[in-house]
């Protein structure tokens, strides 16, 4: 049973285009984590929120926490060829994390 | 800094048969933990620590051992690999649990026969 789920699996865009991924989950985080992984790499941290209803962006990438701890979205802005990766959530409980099934993004020149 | 190690990068191993995947930090992490991850699975906790002699068992324990011996080491054995323990094996640390960064090696990717 995968805790967290994440949509879509797959997404294929034209750079310039906006994308949302989304992360869902029935149980409550103390904090949720957004990790990119490039192929034959480990994930690599881009941000943690940890207060329902956070907000935080870092550059064209715009990161929310559900205001229940429960669900996160990531929302990129003018997507480009260099954004192309595997885009992973996790949620931590105590000292366990739990991660997302992941969406592999491929944002085509 | 090296950050985190893992050796070997690649094994192939024949079912029954035992290996210890090594993971390493040079960062002074009190956390460490090892992850599987499987395509359309995401990573899955095998095991983790939060300090050295402290050892706890996460989400997929089965047919695997760790031990923390020392704050930089964290080794993960196969007692007797099976093909279903075929995967891509990641180790990482942070500071301290919970809602810290974690900081993920290269991986290494095990085929059992």
């Known amino acids: 049973t995968q805790l967290l789920e994440q949509s879509p699996q797959f997404l294929s865009i034209q750079e310039g285009e906006n994308l949302t991924v989304y992360c869902n989950s029935s149980?409550?985080?103390?904090?949720l984590q957004w990790y990119r992984q490039e192929p034959g790499e480990g994930p690599v941290l881009l941000v943690t929120?940890?207060?329902?209803?956070e907000v935080k962006k870092l550059k064209r990438l715009t990161f929310q926490f559900g205001d229940a701890r429960k669900d996160s979205s990531l929302h990129i802005t003018a997507a480009q060829p260099g954004d192309t990766g595997l885009y992973l959530c996790?949620?931590?409980?105590?000292?366990?994390?739990?991660f997302g099934t992941g969406t592999s993004l491929t944002v085509i020149p | 800094n090296a950050g985190v190690t893992q050796t070997p990068k690649f094994q192939v191993l024949k079912t029954g048969q035992s290996m210890t995947l090594q993971c390493a930090q040079d960062?002074?992490?009190?956390?460490m933990s090892w992850y599987r991850q499987d395509p359309g699975m995401g990573l899955r906790l095998i095991h983790y620590?939060?300090?050295?002699?402290?050892?706890d068992q996460g989400e997929v324990p089965n047919g695997y051992n760790v031990s923390r011996s020392t704050t930089e080491d964290f080794p993960l054995r196969l007692l007797s690999a099976a093909p279903s323990q075929t995967s891509v094996y990641f180790c990482?640390?942070?500071?301290?649990?919970?809602?810290?960064?974690?900081?993920f090696g290269p991986g290494t990717r095990l085929t059992v026969l």
């Open positions: 996790a949620g931590a409980t105590g000292n366990q994390f739990y």
């Open positions: 620590s939060v300090g050295a002699g402290i050892t």
């Open positions: 929120v940890v207060t329902g209803g």
């Open positions: 149980s409550v985080f103390s904090s």
């Open positions: 960062m002074n992490h009190e956390y």
């Open positions: 990482a640390s942070s500071q301290t649990g919970g809602r810290n960064e974690q900081f």
